[in-house]
């Protein structure tokens, strides 16, 4: 049974591989600029820092990464909050739903790892207030400092996405 459960996750993973090369490159970026600014973070493998960065994602700055890819795919997506159990954001892009983890729907991420089980019944479209208020509840559970640091890092980051793919796009217009 699990490897029916890894087919149909690279198939779900084949299918939003553009999505999945954004996320791969958020993880990447922010993993280099915050865990590689801390010298006993630079000792540690990349799975370590991979893990790390998916955890730091996954408990408590689960709404910047929803913010970030906001973002980036403006046009096409929409953040869904779920105040229930647990509280978590995650992406709508196009007919899927996305986190730090990749594909909702997959039941293991493009490294191999299984991820997180999300009920997507239990989220709402969010909109400017119910995500405001779902960023409320996520700071009270850490310290400003860390919250301005993972912030002001994540804005880096999206800046220089958000620039590549402009970049990218001008030299596929001229093309």
Excluded: W
Aim: net charge negative; aromatic share 14%.
């Amino acid at each position: 049974m699990e490897d029916y459960f890894k087919k149909v996750s690279e198939l779900i993973n084949k299918q939003s591989e553009p999505i999945l090369d954004v996320i791969d490159s958020i993880i990447s970026k922010f993993s280099q600029k915050y865990l590689d600014s801390d010298s006993d973070f630079q000792k540690l493998d990349e799975d370590t820092k991979y893990q790390l960065t998916m955890s730091i994602f996954m408990e408590g700055s689960c709404y910047y990464f929803s913010h970030m890819l906001n973002k980036i795919f403006e046009n096409d997506s929409k953040i869904y909050t779920s105040a229930s159990n647990d509280f978590h954001s995650v992406v709508k892009i196009g007919y899927s739903f996305y986190d730090v983890q990749g594909n909702i729907a997959s039941t293991y991420n493009r490294k191999g790892y299984v991820r997180s089980y999300v009920d997507i019944s239990q989220y709402k479209e969010a909109d400017e207030e119910s995500y405001n208020y779902f960023v409320d509840l996520c700071h009270t559970q850490r310290n400003k400092e860390s919250i301005k640091k993972i912030e002001g890092i994540c804005d880096e980051v999206l800046e220089e996405i958000i620039s590549e793919r402009k970049n990218k796009e001008k030299k596929l217009s001229q093309n």
